[in-house]
């Protein structure tokens, strides 16, 4: 048996193309990319991108339109495909594309951070950003492991 899986996590380079096939289902078209960081054998950091071709059926395109655009953080699974055709000059084309089976979406840009539970009406801005962050308490008896049911 062979396997063919990709998985990918990065950012959409472009806003995705909503398409309709004859039959009536919807396909989207997006790109991705990814990197890679390393330190060469001089110790130098290097870094180096790949883009990827991304398509994905039905309901989960339509959704991919409708809630991701370019820059978005996304996950998705999938499965490697070479489809080749003649172009209008005759010559041969080839596309390698990932047909996505699942795809997560990542946080949204603006997501809660430590600036948010800043006080919005408060006219004094001298306040700490971390007294704002309600803190964990501890218990303060000592716990004995003898307790624990595991």
Known sequence: MYINKALIYGNLTRDPELKSLPSGSQVCEFGVATNRVWKDKNGVKQESADFHNIVVFGRQA???KQYLNKGAGVFL?????????????????????????????????????ASSYEQKDSGDKSKNKEAEVPAIEYP???INSEDIPF
């Open 62 to 64: 339509e959704l991919v």
């Open 77 to 113: 699974e999938g499965r490697i495909q070479t489809r080749s055709w003649e172009a209008g000059d005759g010559t041969k084309r080839y596309r390698t594309e990932i047909v996505a089976d699942r795809i997560q979406f990542g946080p949204k840009s603006g997501a809660t951070s």
């Open 140 to 142: 303060e008896e000592e």
